[in-house]
């Protein structure tokens, strides 16, 4: 059993401010506003990373995670995965050099047409997306997923484009995002803002995908299916406490 932490954005405490909205910027030109518990604060992240640190913990790859689901192979008691969607400025300039400094791994899921062009500087008042050329400069320490090529855009508050498209239209559009090269992980998916239909699930298993994740809060087992995995979020405003307990560490599986 294992947790799986969903991020998004990180800004210093003295940057963000919850009430603020933070529209987002990029290539593909799609616009929507960035909800504040989607941010965590970078002294946030600076503690639960030293916790994770200090306590041991195994930060998982898509790998192991696969082999722990198609090989019930064992993964060590005290793992965790981290998963960072949508490839914003802040995963390498603020989560990148901490994640580096104590050696973890992670995955970011990326949807290939929000990456601009070129780089742009860092501006804490929007959600800027990352340029294709500065994956390859934290790939030591992230692995790389789809989240779509264009996919990743409301049609209502309660769906997703994936859950309204035909499924020629999204199995295209899942070819085109694995033309990046960049994309490690080919057959591991995660589904734009957690939403989902039971043909996209057929449609992933029909494409050979193995893992597929969702925003589902709760802990993975060997039960849990390998497409609707579990993800818990970090928002802003979550103590060390409540932390802990999303990864499980105050009541050991």
């Not at 959600?127 to 294709?132: G, L």
Request: aromatic share 14%.
């Amino acid at each position: 059993m294992f947790s799986t932490l969903m991020y998004h954005e990180i800004r210093k405490k003295d940057e963000f401010n919850p009430e603020h909205p933070y529209h987002i910027e990029v290539k593909q030109g799609y616009e929507d506003i960035l909800p504040s518990p989607l941010f965590v604060t970078l002294e946030h992240f600076q503690e639960q990373m030293t916790y994770l640190y200090e306590q041991q913990y195994h930060t998982l790859t898509l790998e192991e995670v696969k082999e722990y689901f198609l090989q019930k192979k064992a993964i060590p008691e005290k793992s965790v995965l981290l998963t960072f969607d949508d490839c914003f400025q802040s995963v390498k300039k603020y989560a990148y050099p901490i994640l580096k400094k104590f050696q973890f791994h992670a995955t970011a899921f990326v949807v290939s047409n929000w990456l601009l062009d070129a780089p742009k500087a860092f501006r804490p008042e929007k959600s800027v997306c990352m340029a294709a050329e500065e994956l390859s400069d934290i790939a030591d320490v992230f692995e790389f997923a789809n989240h779509t090529h264009s996919f990743h855009r409301r049609t209502s508050q309660t769906e997703s484009m994936l859950m309204t498209a035909k499924d020629e239209e999204i199995s295209k559009d899942l070819d085109r995002c694995n033309e990046n090269p960049d994309i490690h992980h080919k057959d591991v998916f995660a589904y734009p803002f957690g939403l989902y239909i039971e043909s996209n699930l057929s449609l992933l298993r029909k494409k050979g995908f193995q893992l597929a994740f969702t925003s589902q809060p709760g802990f993975n087992d060997e039960d849990t299916n390998p497409l609707l995995l579990k993800r818990n979020a970090v928002p802003y405003f979550l103590d060390l406490e409540a932390f802990q307990n999303i990864i499980g560490s105050n009541n050991r599986f």
